[in-house]
């Protein structure tokens, strides 16, 4: 069965420092990988995904992730991080070679920022 | 454009009652329609998924139902209702073609 693991529970940076979220999986065949973000008391919103293709993949609000099958990781980045990024962050892999489809989430990693 | 729609946002429910959280999809015909549980400071976890009308499978056993009555209609529900459930539920939809999942506000749910 699929897993995912995010070992940082929480994080915290100084805003304009860097960002990287850590993110590893267990997925027997071709994983498709997540990355969303959660604000308290609100769903949950993509920042990007990865399905094939170029391993570094580009998202939303400047957010960036790198899929390295050999680590089995899809870690999340950010060079310069904002005031406004502090929330929780979620890994996910997909099982789209099944009609179930479902996304399994890991137990995510809470961003604070620091002024 | 597809949108997704749960309601209510937050409920407090006594112990022992029913329970019904309903969730709508807009804009998309025949999705993949997901209930996940989040506790506090936890995963998220699947408990409930259909890929079609009437057609519901259960991840977890557990105190809740779901059903399909609509394509894009998706209820979960409960008889009686137990302190454990008191969670933060989040309704999804994707594509059959198993993209990524869109997600509704969520539903904080508290028994009491």
């Known amino acids: 069965a699929q897993s995912v693991t995010q070992p940082d529970i929480h994080i915290t940076v100084s805003e304009g420092a860097s960002l990287e979220l850590r993110c590893n999986y267990s997925y027997g065949a071709t994983p498709y990988l997540f990355w969303y973000v959660q604000s308290p008391g609100q769903g949950l919103q993509l920042l990007l995904k990865?399905?094939?293709?170029?391993?570094l993949v580009q998202g939303i609000k400047g957010f960036e992730a790198e899929f390295k099958r050999s680590q089995s990781s899809f870690n999340l980045r950010k060079p310069s991080v904002h005031w406004s990024d502090a929330a929780e962050y979620f890994c996910a892999v997909g099982e789209m070679d099944t009609g179930r489809r479902a996304l399994t989430f890991g137990s995510g990693t809470r961003l604070q920022v620091q002024p | 454009s597809q949108t997704i729609h749960q309601w209510p946002a937050t409920l407090v429910q006594p112990v022992g009652s029913p329970l019904s959280l309903e969730c709508t999809v807009e804009?998309?015909?025949?999705?993949?329609l997901y209930w996940y549980r989040q506790a506090a400071g936890r995963g998220l976890q699947l408990l409930f998924y259909s890929v079609g009308i009437g057609q519901i499978s259960s991840e977890v056993p557990q105190n809740l139902s779901a059903s399909r009555p609509q394509d894009r209609q998706f209820i979960l529900s409960s008889k009686k209702l137990l302190l454990s459930d008191s969670s933060f539920y989040l309704c999804?939809?994707?594509?059959?073609?198993?993209?990524?999942?869109?997600f509704g506000q969520g539903t904080r749910l508290t028994v009491v």
């Open positions: 990865y399905f094939s293709g170029d391993t």
């Open positions: 999804a939809w994707s594509d059959h073609g198993g993209t990524e999942a869109f």
């Open positions: 804009g998309t015909s025949n999705p993949n």
